[in-house]
């Protein structure tokens, strides 16, 4: 099984900077794209970005500009740098990771999700 963990979120002013963590754990082989994904309180859950293996990354067009995702191979994280938030940014965060597994002498490719950490943003 394979474990993400966020970290970072909190309650920060309109204007304010916030920077989210995700470690991925557990039995893989290795990790494919990660990404950063929003739910905001009776609304559908989107994607704010991801970024593959070989660092190359994409935005919601809501953030771009405002965020900036990144990862650690070595350490099997990603994190989401978030300035000038808004109170529009106001959601559960998301980490995603989509890995590949080894098992029974074959690699196949899985997908999980953190539980979530909660980002508000006052006006």
């Known amino acids: 099984q394979v474990q993400l963990v966020e970290s970072g979120g909190g309650l920060v002013q309109a204007g304010g900077s916030l920077r989210l963590s995700c470690v991925a754990s557990?039995?893989?082989?290795?990790?494919?794209?990660m990404g950063w994904y929003r739910q905001a309180p009776g609304k559908a859950r989107e994607k704010v970005a991801g970024i593959t293996s070989g660092g190359n990354t994409n935005y919601a067009d809501p953030v771009k500009g405002r965020f900036t995702i990144s990862r650690d191979n070595a350490k099997n994280t990603v994190y989401l740098q978030m300035n000038s938030l808004k109170p529009e940014d106001t959601a559960v965060y998301y980490c995603?990771?989509?890995?590949?597994?080894?098992?029974?002498?074959?690699?196949?490719?899985?997908?999980?999700w953190g539980q979530g950490t909660q980002v508000t943003v006052s006006s």
């Open positions: 557990g039995s893989m082989f290795s990790i494919n794209t």
């Open positions: 995603n990771a989509d890995v590949l597994k080894y098992s029974g002498g074959r690699i196949y490719r899985d997908n999980y």
